[in-house]
């Protein structure tokens, strides 16, 4: 249980660093310039978000033999070694929070689970999920992830993010992954998965 819940917050922290959730982080502190219904916006979204990602990732170790889960999470942990050096951007769509008319925590809330979906961090709470038998605490340590990268960037904003070596948590976070899907492929950790 400590195991998943302290990796999923690493591998989450170190890929959230410069992601487009990240990166809107920013841009919602910029425009509004509350930082408490942003900060629980992000919150509220991430557990939603992850708590999805995670339900998926346990529900795939039901339907999945050992076998054939163990080369899936291998080949997706290495993926995301690959894709996390990759640097985001925010879509049109996603930089443009539009008027709150149902408040910061709302647009908060709506913007942010939906950049969320299909992201890195999603994708990667699925695989940590089918990994570790411990949906909730992968859940709780993937949302913590979340919440080290993107509360200082809500209250620092910009100016301290651009200074933070991307490329070197990019290039950790990487072989994080990659230690990870190489352990998978070889079998390490199969016996909690049956």
């Known amino acids: 249980?400590?195991?998943?819940?302290?990796?999923?917050?690493?591998?989450?922290?170190?890929?959230?660093?410069?992601?487009?959730?990240?990166?809107?982080?920013?841009?919602?502190?910029?425009?509004?310039?509350?930082?408490?219904?942003?900060?629980?916006?992000?919150?509220?979204?991430?557990?939603?978000?992850?708590?999805?990602?995670?339900?998926?990732?346990?529900?795939?170790?039901?339907?999945?033999?050992?076998?054939?889960?163990?080369?899936?999470?291998?080949?997706?942990?290495?993926?995301?070694?690959?894709w996390i050096m990759i640097p985001d951007q925010l879509d049109d769509g996603e930089a443009d929070v539009g008027k709150h008319r149902y408040g910061i925590f709302v647009t908060t809330v709506v913007v942010f689970f939906l950049a969320e979906m299909g992201d890195k961090t999603q994708i990667a709470t699925v695989a940590l999920a089918a990994q570790y038998a411990s949906l909730l605490w992968v859940v709780a340590g993937t949302t913590l992830g979340m919440m080290l990268a993107n509360v200082p960037a809500v209250l620092i904003g910009d100016k301290v993010a651009k200074q933070l070596p991307l490329k070197l948590i990019h290039s950790i976070a990487a072989a994080i992954f990659a230690v990870l899907g190489v352990l998978a492929l070889m079998g390490v950790g199969q016996s909690a998965l049956q």
């Open 1 to 82: 249980m400590l195991e998943a819940f302290l990796v999923s917050t690493g591998i989450v922290a170190l890929a959230e660093m410069g992601d487009k959730t990240q990166l809107l982080s920013l841009v919602l502190a910029a425009k509004f310039r509350r930082p408490i219904p942003i900060i629980l916006g992000i919150l509220v979204a991430t557990l939603l978000n992850h708590a999805l990602a995670g339900a998926v990732g346990a529900w795939l170790t039901t339907l999945l033999g050992p076998d054939a889960l163990r080369w899936i999470l291998g080949l997706s942990f290495l993926a995301m070694a690959v």
